[in-house]
């Protein structure tokens, strides 16, 4: 089993910068993709980010290509997701998942088999 603990959410302003953090417990991260998803009110959970096992791949939705990043530390069992210039459409709420079970898309919720229970991003204008 893996528990997952998102930490880093909050409230910041349009253009502003926002790190997340996902910390696991029970086994450790190493070997395993990670990843990002966030849910807004009254929409469907939306792919984010995700790294590989290595660290050297990285996918990102078309959304926030380009401003956000993600990145692991194994040592640490924790991946992050940096946001930079974020945008009102931001707001959600983040989720982190581990260990894909390639049974479906990188981006498909249903492909991930651990979730956290999610942390608040709020951005004000």
């Known amino acids: 089993q893996t528990q997952l603990v998102e930490s880093g959410g909050g409230l910041v302003q349009a253009g502003g910068s926002l790190r997340l953090s996902c910390t696991a417990s029970?086994?450790?991260?190493?070997?395993?993709?990670m990843g990002w998803f966030r849910q807004a009110p009254g929409k469907e959970r939306e792919f984010v980010a995700a790294?590989?096992?290595?660290?050297?791949?990285?996918n990102y939705g078309v959304s926030v290509k380009d401003r956000f990043t993600i990145s692991r530390d194994d040592a640490k069992n924790t991946s992050y997701l940096q946001m930079d210039h974020v945008k009102l459409e931001d707001t959600a709420v983040y989720y982190c998942?581990?260990?894909?079970?390639?049974?479906?898309?990188?981006?498909?919720?249903?492909?991930?088999?651990?979730w956290g229970r999610g942390t608040q991003v709020s951005v004000s204008s």
């Open positions: 998942a581990a260990e894909r079970m390639i049974i479906a898309s990188i981006e498909a919720p249903s492909e991930w088999r651990y």
């Open positions: 790294i590989d096992w290595s660290g050297r791949t990285t």
């Open positions: 029970g086994r450790t991260v190493s070997g395993r993709s």
